[in-house]
């Protein structure tokens, strides 16, 4: 089983930015895909971002594109989503989820493991 931690949100005025992280304790990431996905109260969860674990290819929705680039570090076991200019529509809960094929998926139906969670608030 493997475990994802999250950590990194917080509130952040407009503009701002963060660095989310995705830590697998124990647990070598190195051939997983790797998604962050989000969910705002009241929407269904949405991919934000993948890293592939195979060749690194990474993917971004469209709504975050040139502001969030994605990232991870093998010898770390660790997986960063760095976040910038921010908008108030990126508040959400921000979840990293491991795919046990190391290609990126669409769907969250597609990945195996999930984290619980950190909250992104963006607000002035």
């Known amino acids: 089983q493997v475990q994802l931690v999250e950590s990194g949100g917080g509130l952040v005025q407009p503009g701002g930015s963060l660095r989310l992280s995705c830590a697998a304790p124990g647990f070598a990431l190195d051939y997983y895909a790797i998604g962050w996905f989000r969910q705002a109260p009241g929407k269904e969860r949405e991919g934000v971002s993948c890293?592939?674990?195979?060749?690194?290819?990474?993917y971004y929705a469209d709504s975050v594109k040139g502001r969030f680039t994605i990232s991870r570090d093998n010898a770390k076991n660790t997986v960063y989503l760095h976040m910038n200019s921010l908008k108030p529509e990126d508040t959400a809960v921000y979840f990293c989820a491991a795919d046990r094929l190391p290609i990126c998926g669409v769907g969250v139906n597609e990945y195996d493991y999930w984290g619980q969670g950190t909250q992104v608030t963006v607000s002035s």
């Open positions: 890293i592939s674990g195979n060749d690194g290819s990474t």
